[in-house]
């Protein structure tokens, strides 16, 4: 029994990245993870030391973490973890003055663009052919019954409503 016990222990400790690379590929679906606010480098390129709180949080959003023992920091996070790719996670640190934005730290943020293209996945649609023969296309009318003159007269004749009924009946 001990020796059981030792193997299974000793497997466990094996357990490295190739043998992860194995239970992925054996993993039939892993959902996406997205968490925390994304802020792009378009974002970052907006902040300027001296805006007000308010200000900064139209920019960026509201902050993914405040607390009250740091009520001079806000701390943006977003991490994305998706089957087949390394886990992403970036980070901005903004500090504050009172209610006047003082510096703002993090990482390099991604663009708008670098963002979607890494979080768009590659579909490949097979468009149908959209083109009809002549045969094809006489099988349907090309006008209305009344033919073009027809739809002209219909849409002179026809009058607007003069009124619309009363909304609630009367009392």
Known sequence: MPVVLAAALG???????????LADAL????????QGNFVSREQVGALQPGMTRLQVRDILGTPLITSLFHEQRWDYVFT??????????????????GDVLERFDGDDMPS??????????????????????EE????????????????????????????????????
């Not at 497997?11 to 690379?21: E, L």
Request: net charge positive; aromatic share 8%; charged share 25%.
């Open 80 to 97: 994305m973890q998706r089957q087949g790719v390394a886990p992403q996670r970036y980070r901005l640190t903004v500090f504050f003055n």
């Open 136 to 171: 094809q296309l006489a099988k349907f009318p090309t006008s209305s019954p009344g033919g073009a003159d027809g739809a002209a007269d219909a849409a002179e004749t026809a009058q607007p409503a003069a009124s619309y009924p009363p909304l609630e009946p009367a009392r």
């Open 27 to 34: 993993t039939l679906y892993r959902p996406e993870v997205v």
């Open 11 to 21: 497997a466990c400790s094996s357990f490295d990245q190739g043998t992860r690379n």
């Open 112 to 133: 708008e663009t670098e963002f979607v293209q890494r979080i768009g996945r590659e579909r490949k649609l097979k468009v149908p052919v959209l083109e009809a023969s």
